[in-house]
Nanobody, 124 residues
Framework: QVQPVESGGGLVQAGGSLRLSCAAS????????MGWFRQAPGKEREFVAS????????NYADSVKGRFTISRDNAKNTVYLQMNSLKPEDTAVYYC?????????????????WGQGTQVTVSA
């Protein structure tokens, strides 16, 4: 069973940057699509970005397009989310998840293994 583990969250001022990492333990993630989701207090979990198993295809929510970049290093069994030009509305718990379908789905139901999340707080 692949268990994603997120890291890299923290407190940053608006306009700043953070890079989240998602390391997988147990098995390789190299044949799986991977995604990042986030959940703000009182809101539903929402799609942020996803990447295909090869890394050749990515998908982004409109709210982060042009500011966030998802990437992966299959040799290190790790997925990254580079977040630039952060805004207070990006404040949320960020989750990494694995999709057995290999693609870049935005559908939360396409993901079957989730990490515990890492808090990102952006101050105004």
């Amino acid at each position: 069973q692949v268990q994603p583990v997120e890291s890299g969250g923290g407190l940053v001022q608006a306009g700043g940057s953070l890079r989240l990492s998602c390391a997988a333990s147990g098995r390789t993630i190299s044949t799986y699509g991977m995604g990042w989701f986030r959940q703000a207090p009182g809101k539903e979990r929402e799609f942020v970005a996803s990447i295909s198993w090869t890394g050749g295809t990515t998908n982004y929510a409109d709210s982060v397009k042009g500011r966030f970049t998802i990437s992966r290093d299959n040799a290190k069994n790790t997925v990254y989310l580079q977040m630039n030009s952060l805004k207070p509305e990006d404040t949320a718990v960020y989750y990494c998840a694995r999709s057995p379908y290999g693609g870049t789905s935005i559908d939360i139901k396409a993901y079957d293994s989730w990490g515990q999340g890492t808090q990102v707080t952006v101050s105004a």
